[in-house]
């Protein structure tokens, strides 16, 4: 009798620790599944219509926010990411100037896509830069 009752014991603690991995493993699981991406959540908002690329496309009050949000952590200071520095409106001007802004943030063939560490920027902020680089990359 002792016997089947140390094993129904030591079943029972096999069993709750099976549960409790299964509850950990499930969970780990379940917020791993999240999605963030401003693309999948919010597609009319990445895609509708863009009013910040009315009126002349300012460097200082449209283009920098950008710049600041999504590349200046990794393309600043002593060792930039891909040896590519931005953060001041000369550095900026020249890889626009060179096809390497454009074609990265657009994700085009051919070019790295940035930013790496997100998804693509909006279509809105690409129209804002896009339209800053044709109307001859001012600085205003």
């Given at each position: ?15 709750k620790?099976?549960?409790?991995v ?14 963030d ?19 002349t ?18 393309h600043?200071?002593?060792f ?24 990265c ?9 940035m930013?790496?560490?997100g ?22």
């Amino acid at each position: 009798m002792d016997k089947r009752r140390c094993t129904k014991q030591l079943d029972e603690k096999k069993m709750k620790i099976f549960l409790s991995v299964l509850m950990i493993t499930v969970t780990i699981l379940i917020s791993s599944c999240y999605y963030d991406k401003e693309q999948l959540l919010y597609p009319d908002t990445v895609s509708g219509p863009c009013t910040d690329t009315t009126g002349t496309a300012s460097y200082a009050q449209k283009v920098v926010p950008i710049f600041q949000q999504y590349y200046l952590g990794c393309h600043t200071g002593g060792f930039p990411s891909g040896n590519i520095q931005m953060g001041t409106y000369v550095a900026d001007k020249e890889i626009a100037q060179n096809g390497k802004l454009y074609g990265c943030i657009s994700h085009i063939s051919g070019y790295s896509p940035m930013p790496q560490s997100g998804g693509k920027l909006s279509n809105c902020q690409i129209a804002v830069i896009k339209k800053w680089i044709d109307e001859g990359m001012l600085n205003n």
